[in-house]
């Protein structure tokens, strides 16, 4: 059967047919939200996803704040939901946590783990902070802590457990004047 489509309608049974025939992960969705955002009524695109208007805006907030490079080295997370993709966005606030977001996904084991584990990985590390000293848990992408951050307006401590993990140390050690020459070049 073949007839004529408006570009909206042809959106809506886009949407529709690709609802149907494939398991989107909520992420993917919301991505698809934003692209269809830059031409389309929010009308057409709650149709055409078949979702209510509050579940849209959750969705375009979300893929608004995170990073496409963040989503990228993510992957579509199949299992992970709005809640957590939500948190994740709102701990990507401040440029301090989106930089430690980026360093953390920038870790060459980090894209060995599954999509999903990339993302628990990272809401892991960037939720590790403990509220009652105002230290933040140095977490590895594999989720396993390897030295601790403190933070004042005057400087930032990096504590390294050197019986737990001397290798590290003895590489922070060694890197660090590079990281600042690096820096300075900048």
């Not at 989106?98 to 584990?117: D, M, N, Q, T, V």
Request: hydrophobic residues 40%; glycine residues 4%; without cysteine.
């Amino acid at each position: 059967m073949v007839r004529v489509l408006s570009d909206q309608e042809l959106v809506i049974a886009q949407g529709q047919e690709n609802n149907e025939r494939q398991d989107l992960s909520y992420i993917e969705k919301a991505l698809f939200a934003r692209r269809l955002d830059r031409q389309f009524s929010r009308d057409v695109i709650t149709s055409a996803l078949a979702v209510y208007s509050s579940d849209l805006s959750n969705m375009l907030s979300v893929a608004n704040r995170i990073p496409d490079d963040l989503i990228e080295r993510i992957g579509p997370a199949h299992t992970v939901g709005r809640r957590s993709w939500m948190a994740l966005a709102n701990l990507l606030a401040t440029k301090a946590t989106l930089e430690r977001a980026r360093a953390l996904a920038s870790e060459a084991a980090f894209g060995g783990l599954s999509s999903k584990e990339r993302f628990e990985a990272l809401l892991k590390g960037l939720t590790a902070h403990s509220p009652t000293d105002g230290n933040a848990v140095a977490i590895s992408y594999a989720g396993r802590e390897v030295g601790r951050i403190s933070e004042t307006k005057q400087r930032v401590t990096l504590t390294v457990d050197r019986k737990a993990s001397p290798e590290f140390a003895n590489f922070i050690l060694s890197e660090l004047p590079r990281l600042f020459e690096l820096h300075q070049k900048q």
